[in-house]
């Protein structure tokens, strides 16, 4: 397949599944290829087989700290590959953090932090700086 | 064990003394409340003394002496009030047990009064019995601060749960406005319309299960007690599981009498048995079945509902009946629930002086067991 008209594949994994499909369904109509997982389980053995463009992932899946994990995981086995880890602990716990600190970019590994509720145009903003359109 | 300070203010050193050698070792025990108290008192010369004192650490406890040289007791009193040293239990200590004297004491805001001469067991008498006064206002009130933590806590998870449907049902609704042409084949259009209705429904059940919570509790709403045959509640259960079990290839028997009955609320009875045969249902393999057994021993109805499901272990089973326990693992992940159903079950079987249990193995199944008082129908 030429390269050029290769559709870029982005990995969602999150594991509130209506959260999943509306971001599959944008995604998709953003012009993207979706993976989706509901676990970092099974977000590791999309990973195993596939190379996504991008990943979004969720903070908290089946541990609090799943997103982090895995954003740890993507990140060792291919640096090239970015992140961006999405959580509502913002607005749940008032826990804050992003990236923009050198010290906090140092321990999580993820490109962008967005807090959930996600707005779709800073969410296509961010991935068309990540990697440009689909 | 609690040490509660007592400050004796009096300008005879004798009756300071006194005090302080009646109450170093005494003990006051409050069992009811598991509490065994101790004294530790200071002395005061005067009254000018006892308001600095009461200043850097204020007492539990203020013996305070009517007649003393300089300011007296009375004005002592006087000067706490409106202070927040005000709230000290004070024991007003007269010479002259002058009826006036205490009266004005006690209109001052002095909790007691004793009259010299006393005895070491007077004063003990008297120092009892404003301890156990103090003591019980702080538990009552540390009671009431806890309760009033649990009502909070619940209102935040309640908060949480209202809020998931709502975000997820709101997510589509977005999509729908400002994306259009992500919802454009037929069969995205279904699926996005059968996600909001199965949220929605699970918001209305939880709000149903609320009120039902509510109701319980408050005692509100009149009960409406009769003969109810448990044999046709649990098949009326069966029925209003059927559609699902059927879907998913799960059979579901009756092991009864045909008719047992028992004085009780109908509706209840019809809660307890729609929720513990629906989680058998809900909770089961596909292909799986369930056994909804109701006998008579002695004085006591038992339900017992089987599954072979996927069960849990013995540490998720201790949790399971309080509110908003939902065990959460790969295999309840897409199983929608209230949170609230089996803790109202267990509400209601209390009701009927009896309980429910939980008897499982992970990936085996589990066996719920309400035992209901079949002469208990909570109303006495």
Request: proline share 3%; with cysteine; charged share 30%.
């Amino acid at each position: 397949m030429d390269h050029k008209s290769r559709k870029k594949t982005i990995l969602v994994a999150d594991d509130d599944i209506d959260y999943l499909g509306q971001m599959q369904l944008l995604l998709e109509a953003a012009g993207f290829e979706v993976l989706t997982a509901e676990s970092r389980k099974e977000a590791e053995e999309i990973l195993a087989r596939r190379r996504p463009d991008l990943a979004v992932i969720d903070l908290m899946m089946e541990h609090q700290d799943s997103g982090f994990v895995l954003c740890y995981h993507i990140k060792k086995k291919d640096p090239s590959i970015p992140v961006i880890l999405v959580t509502a602990v913002t607005s749940e716990t008032g826990l804050e953090f992003d990236t923009t600190t050198e010290e906090e970019r140092s321990w999580i590994k993820a490109d962008r932090v967005l807090a959930k509720p996600i707005r779709y145009e800073q969410l296509y903003a961010e991935i068309g700086r990540l990697i440009g359109k689909g | 064990m609690t040490t509660l300070k007592i400050l004796v203010a009096d300008d005879e050193p004798g009756m300071r003394l006194a005090v302080e050698r009646a109450l170093r070792s005494f003990r006051l025990d409050l069992p009811e409340i598991g509490e065994e108290v101790h004294f530790e008192t200071s002395p005061a010369e005067s009254g000018e003394q006892a308001l600095e004192m009461i200043g850097n650490s204020p007492p539990d406890i203020l013996l305070l002496d009517h007649k003393m040289q300089g300011i007296s007791g009375l004005e002592v009193l006087e000067r706490l009030r409106g202070t927040e040293s005000q709230d000290i239990l004070t024991v007003m200590v007269t010479a002259y047990a002058s009826l006036e004297t205490a009266v004005s004491a006690i209109k001052k805001g002095a909790f007691d009064f004793l009259a010299k001469p006393f005895t070491p067991q007077e004063l003990k008498d008297t120092v009892s019995k404003a301890a156990e006064n103090l003591i019980m206002a702080r538990h009552a009130r540390r009671l009431e601060q806890e309760k009033r933590q649990v009502r909070f806590q619940f209102i935040s998870v309640l908060a949480h749960e209202l809020k998931a449907p709502l975000n997820a049902i709101e997510g589509y609704l977005n999509i729908m406005r400002e994306q259009p042409e992500a919802m454009q084949s037929r069969e995205t259009y279904e699926r996005v319309i059968e996600r909001c209705t199965v949220r929605t429904a699970q918001m209305r059940k939880l709000i149903v299960d609320l009120l039902e919570t509510t109701r319980i509790e408050s005692g509100r709403k009149k009960r409406e007690l009769a003969q109810v045959d448990l044999a046709a509640a649990a098949r009326a259960a069966i029925e209003t599981a059927a559609p699902e079990a059927q879907q998913r290839g799960i059979e579901i028997r009756l092991e009864a009498p045909g008719q047992i009955t028992m004085t009780a609320d109908r509706s209840e009875i019809e809660i307890i048995l729609n929720n513990l045969v629906s989680n058998a249902v809900k909770y089961n393999r596909d292909g799986g079945r369930v056994v909804v057994k109701i006998e008579q021993r002695d004085s006591r109805v038992v339900i017992a509902v089987s599954d072979t499901g996927i069960g849990m272990t013995a540490e998720e089973a201790a949790s399971l009946f309080q509110e908003f326990v939902r065990i959460k693992n790969d295999k309840t992940r897409n199983i929608l629930g209230s949170g609230l159903g089996l803790s109202i079950v267990k509400k209601l079987a209390l009701l009927y002086g009896g309980k429910v249990e939980v008897a499982s193995t992970p990936d085996e199944g589990s066996t719920f067991t309400a035992t209901l008082d079949r002469a208990d129908c909570g109303e006495n």
